[in-house]
């Protein structure tokens, strides 16, 4: 862990929460994860993501943000939401895509 946290830019938290999101989200939910991927496909309202049909989405989240070095998740909303959209919008697959930019905090790892 020691180096791994220089995360500079908020694009950068964003997109190594979200890619971290999606990883949990997905072992959380298993095969229900395809539910929660057709009903975002035709909610109307943004702001809703069906993964709370299943679970307490927001401890995954919480759990996202401190593995990628961010202790305090509740005092940093506007990462948490982009994060989240950005999950969402990628169908919760963000670190199945290959890519710098799916990269995320296990680089070192998937070498």
Same mark, same amino acid.
């Given at each position: 862990m020691? /180096? $791994?946290m220089k995360?500079? #830019?908020? #694009?950068?938290?964003?997109a190594?929460?979200?890619?971290?999101?999606?990883q949990l989200? $997905? !072992?959380e =939910?298993? %095969? &229900?994860?395809?539910?929660?991927?057709?009903?975002n496909? @035709? *909610?109307s309202n $943004?702001? @809703?993501? #069906?993964?709370h049909?299943f679970?307490?989405a927001?401890?995954?989240m919480?759990?996202?943000?401190?593995a990628?070095?961010i =202790?305090h998740?509740?005092?940093?909303?506007?990462? +948490? %939401?982009?994060? +989240?959209? =950005?999950?969402k919008?990628? *169908?919760? &697959?963000?670190? =199945?895509?290959?890519?710098?930019? !799916?990269? /995320?905090d #296990?680089? %070192?790892?998937?070498?």
């Open positions: 020691k /180096g $791994r995360m500079n #830019h908020p #694009h950068e938290k964003v190594k929460v979200a890619k971290r999101f999606c989200i $997905r !072992a =939910l298993g %095969n &229900k994860m395809q539910d929660v991927v057709d009903r496909r @035709v *909610e $943004r702001n @809703v993501c #069906h993964t049909d679970c307490d927001n401890m995954v919480a759990e996202a943000m401190r990628v070095g =202790l998740p509740s005092d940093e909303q506007e990462i +948490w %939401n982009s994060s +989240w959209d =950005l999950a919008a990628a *169908e919760f &697959k963000l670190d =199945l895509q290959s890519g710098k930019a !799916a990269a /995320g #296990h680089e %070192n790892e998937m070498e």
